[in-house]
């Protein structure tokens, strides 16, 4: 069972910046973030591949950068220009290579998920 462990969030006003990580207990070959805010269903945000493809959602792009350390097993958010819109619990996850290839832009492509971190942006 791979654990996932984040940290990083936090409150900060719009404009701000700031960083999530995610320490995972195996590699992967996705791993991404997710956001998600109550009565909404779970969004992808950002995803990085074992190959190091990175991939986000439009709403995201040009603002957040997503990452992993050296050892492949630390997942880096990086969130600049941050939008009250961004505000949700941010939640890390990977998969378990059951998949060829997956695109890692869907809930549906992770198996492991971390418990979620607030992330709080006031206007």
């Known amino acids: 069972q791979v654990q996932l462990v984040e940290s990083g969030g936090g409150s900060v006003q719009a404009g701000g910046s700031l960083t999530l990580s995610c320490a995972a207990t195996q590699s992967s070959f996705c791993m991404g973030w997710f956001r998600q805010v109550p009565g909404k269903e779970r969004e992808w945000v950002a995803a990085i591949d074992s190959r190091g493809r990175t991939t986000y959602a439009d709403s995201v792009k040009g603002r957040f950068t997503v990452s992993k350390d050296n050892a492949k097993t630390t997942l880096i958010l990086q969130m600049d220009s941050l939008k009250p819109d961004d505000t949700a619990m941010y939640f890390c996850?990977?998969?378990?290579?059951?998949?060829?290839?997956?695109?890692?832009?869907?809930?549906?492509?992770?198996?492991?998920w971390g418990q979620g971190t607030q992330v709080t942006v006031s206007a």
């Open positions: 996850a990977t998969d378990d290579w059951g998949k060829p290839f997956p695109k890692c832009d869907s809930v549906a492509d992770y198996a492991y």
